[in-house]
């Protein structure tokens, strides 16, 4: 049995992602800021037979991420696969851009990953097999204005992957970061609100006009087909598969 810490797994494509690995039968370490965090874990765990456990470590503190790691080795005797989903957004022009978004974009999206992967790192070195998998975004290849923060953020995690990738190699650790275009989680529903609010349109023409123009096919990504790519990812058939950055866009990179 495999045991899988994923990060904001209390909300939108962390918890769809952690879904389908329970479906596979994975015991898994939640962590999310959400308050009904412990209760999410705890119904995850009744409805699929396996053992969970919640931590509610901050992505932008250190040593709570340390002790997550510590309480979910010590809990399963090992982790297995390290999925670093949790993310924040903020979207205004460059001389707009608050430096405390900034900040908390960099140290939530980017440097938590870092202090996650070295966390876990000497167990899955002693296990010689491990699979860290990154959720970036399609905004780790391309840009979009006013996403300076994100933007640089997620093409720093995929250069952070490219690295584990090579430096895990010799021990069976690899390294991936999937990049999906748009899905519908409330990150993106946030910013479907406040886009109308900016650009003085409907929800509607948002959606059509501003996020799937960017995607070749017209939908949304779900969180049950990145789940299914995630769990791909973690399997043995998958074990030469390192240091990628694999898009599911609908085609957005493909232009
Ligand atoms: P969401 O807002 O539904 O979920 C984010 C999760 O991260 C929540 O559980 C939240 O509690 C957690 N989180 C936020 N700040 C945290 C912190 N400081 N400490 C601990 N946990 C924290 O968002 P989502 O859309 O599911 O996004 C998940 C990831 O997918 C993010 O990294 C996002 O950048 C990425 N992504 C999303 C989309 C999209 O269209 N929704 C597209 C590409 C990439």
Request: neutral net charge.
């Amino acid at each position: 049995m495999h045991t899988a810490l994923i990060t904001g797994s209390t909300s939108g494509i962390g918890l769809g992602i952690a879904t389908e690995f329970a479906k596979a039968g994975y015991n898994i370490i939640f962590n999310g800021l959400e308050p009904n965090g412990a209760e999410i874990a705890a119904n995850i765990a009744k409805e699929y037979n396996i053992k969970t456990i919640f931590n509610g470590a901050n992505m932008l503190q250190p040593t709570e991420l340390q002790a997550m790691v510590k309480q979910g080795v010590e809990t399963f005797g090992t982790i297995d696969i390290l999925v670093c989903n949790a993310g924040i957004q903020h979207v205004a022009p460059i001389d707009e851009f608050p430096e405390e978004k900034w900040n908390a974009i960099l140290g939530i999206n980017l440097t938590s990953a870092f202090h996650l992967s070295k966390a876990v790192w000497p167990t899955m070195k002693a296990n010689k097999w491990g699979r860290i998998i990154m959720i970036a975004s399609a905004h780790g290849l391309v840009a979009s204005e006013f996403k300076s923060a994100y933007v640089a953020a997620k093409h720093g995690l995929v250069g952070l992957t490219k690295t584990l990738g090579l430096e895990g190699a010799p021990y069976g650790i690899t390294a991936n970061a999937i990049c999906p275009g748009y899905v519908k989680t409330p990150l993106v529903e946030k910013q479907i609100a406040d886009q109308a609010k900016t650009h003085g349109i409907s929800e509607k023409e948002v959606i059509e006009k501003i996020m799937l123009a960017k995607h070749a096919i017209k939908d949304f990504v779900t969180v049950e087909d990145l789940g299914q790519m995630a769990v791909y990812l973690a399997s043995n058939n998958a074990r030469l598969i390192t240091g990628t950055a694999m898009p599911m866009d609908g085609g957005w990179n493909a232009q």
